[in-house]
């Protein structure tokens, strides 16, 4: 149980595109979906809050226009990297939490931009 | 601002041995406590929860909470290389999203 998946794993795409990341709780009802970003040898870093159908929670230094997060339902959150830039490279990770404490992660998508 | 403190390591262990991971946490209001595995370029996967101060075991994992120091910490008895990756410590920073505040990770290798 708890399985959460990610789609796509890896994306490459040109300077100033957009990329949208999806995250699927599979088995059970997400109250509320992270979205995290991990630079090489660097922790995780929170960049936002989402709970269905409620406007996502960014974190201090985010900028929610070019990070944006739809939850349309219980088991999907998206999360689409506009106008992206080479410093947006990075290792993205969602997690889903499911009425308890306890997050659970997906499998991330690394994402590079040329 | 809410902090979690790991050391990051490498911890090398043999083969066998403990592995003793430890992490601290500045806030005295947390109330819950994680611990990830996450190997190389892999997400996080959950070991073990503890909520309460003591020592909380399952399998080869054991998770220690004191609440007084704000301190936690994992142990891993007879390790083995495949546990070999980087263990971060989570603290739950409260609110009603239950935000978790992650540690920087500690890196174990354990030799063969």
């Known amino acids: 149980g708890a399985v959460v998946s990610q789609h796509p794993s890896r994306v490459i795409c040109k300077s100033g595109t957009s990329v949208k990341i999806e995250c699927r709780s599979l088995d059970f009802q997400a109250t509320t979906m992270f979205w995290y970003r991990q630079f090489p040898k660097q922790s995780l870093m929170l960049m936002a809050t989402s709970n269905e159908g409620s406007k996502a929670t960014y974190e201090q230094g985010v900028e929610k226009d070019k990070f944006l997060i739809n939850h349309a339902s219980l088991t999907l959150s998206t999360l689409t990297v506009t106008s992206a830039h080479p410093e947006d490279s990075s290792f993205y990770i969602c997690?889903?939490?499911?009425?308890?404490?306890?997050?659970?992660f997906g499998p991330g998508t690394r994402l590079l931009v040329l | 601002q809410k902090e979690v403190e790991q050391n990051s390591g490498p911890l090398s262990v043999p083969e066998g041995a403990i592995a003793s991971l430890n992490c601290t946490y500045s806030d005295r209001g947390s109330q819950s406590f994680f611990w990830y595995r996450q190997y190389s370029g892999k997400s996080p996967e959950l070991i073990m929860f503890i909520y309460s101060n003591g020592d909380k075991e399952d399998g080869r994992f054991t998770a220690q909470l004191n609440k007084a120091s704000q301190y936690v910490s994992l142990l891993i008895r007879d390790s083995q290389p495949s546990d070999s990756a980087t263990y971060l410590c989570a603290v739950n920073s409260g609110g009603s999203n239950y935000k978790l505040t992650f540690g920087k990770g500690t890196l174990l290798t354990v030799n063969p």
């Open positions: 997690s889903a939490r499911n009425g308890e404490e306890t997050q659970y």
